[in-house]
């Protein structure tokens, strides 16, 4: 069983920054990619960000794009998204997963979720 879970989530005003925080844990495995998704209330669950193990590229959804900045820590099997110059647009449930070996997010490992709130 491979845990993962969020910290760093919060309510914070507009134009403000949050750093959120995944770590991985739990039986042997092999990371391919961890990515931020996110769920706002009344809409689909969206992709956000996603980093590569492998070589740290990264991939970002339009509308963080020059905002967001997702990391990894390679060590320690950690993923962070510093969260910068947010709007209520960016009110969601963000979500942690892990893409083991490529099966792809969907196949993979889910976080419980962390709440961003921002108020205007």
């Known amino acids: 069983q491979v845990t993962l879970v969020e910290s760093g989530g919060g309510l914070v005003q507009a134009g403000g920054s949050l750093r959120l925080s995944c770590v991985a844990s739990g039986r042997s495995f092999g990371i391919y990619r961890m990515g931020w998704f996110r769920q706002a209330p009344g809409k689909e669950r969206e992709f956000v960000a996603a980093v590569s193990w492998i070589d740290g590229r990264t991939s970002y959804a339009d509308s963080v794009k020059g905002r967001f900045t997702i990391s990894r820590n390679i060590d320690k099997n950690i993923i962070t998204l510093q969260t910068n110059m947010l709007n209520s647009e960016d009110t969601a449930v963000y979500y942690c997963?892990?893409?083991?070996?490529?099966?792809?997010?969907?196949?993979?490992?889910w976080g419980q979720g962390t709440q961003v709130a921002v108020s205007s």
């Open positions: 997963a892990l893409d083991e070996n490529g099966r792809g997010f969907e196949a993979g490992n």
